[in-house]
């Protein structure tokens, strides 16, 4: 079993800072690409960055130049650097991974964690 557990988030007010964290455990042979997508309330979830095993990112239009994606593998730990939080930033967080449990890349599935909440308010 493959687990994603986050961590981090909170108030802030606008313009503030938070870094969430997401640590893997369980059968992990390797991880592949991972993300942070996040749901605000009456909409649908969108992506906000993520990053290769080779460290290539990618973040969507809304959040580039605010936030910043990093992995420490020798943590199993995936970080959101977040600044300049702005209201329209609050949301659910959610941390994704594509996960191999085995050799075979046959074995890869996709797995979501809990997701942990970010209000951004005065």
């Known amino acids: 079993q493959v687990q994603l557990v986050e961590s981090g988030g909170g108030l802030v007010q606008p313009g503030g800072s938070l870094r969430l964290s997401c640590v893997n455990s369980?059968?992990?042979?390797?991880?592949?690409?991972m993300g942070w997508y996040r749901q605000a309330p009456g909409k649908e979830r969108e992506l906000v960055a993520t990053?290769?095993?080779?460290?290539?990112?990618n973040y969507a239009d809304s959040v580039k130049g605010r936030f910043t994606i990093s992995r420490d593998s020798a943590k199993n730990t995936l970080y959101l650097q977040m600044n300049s939080l702005k209201p329209e930033d609050t949301a659910v967080y959610y941390c994704?991974?594509?996960?191999?449990?085995?050799?075979?890349?046959?074995?890869?599935?996709?797995?979501w964690g809990q997701g942990t909440q970010v209000t951004v308010s005065s």
């Open positions: 994704n991974a594509d996960v191999l449990t085995t050799y075979f890349e046959s074995s890869v599935r996709n797995y």
């Open positions: 369980g059968r992990i042979f390797r991880i592949n690409a």
């Open positions: 990053i290769t095993s080779g460290s290539r990112t």
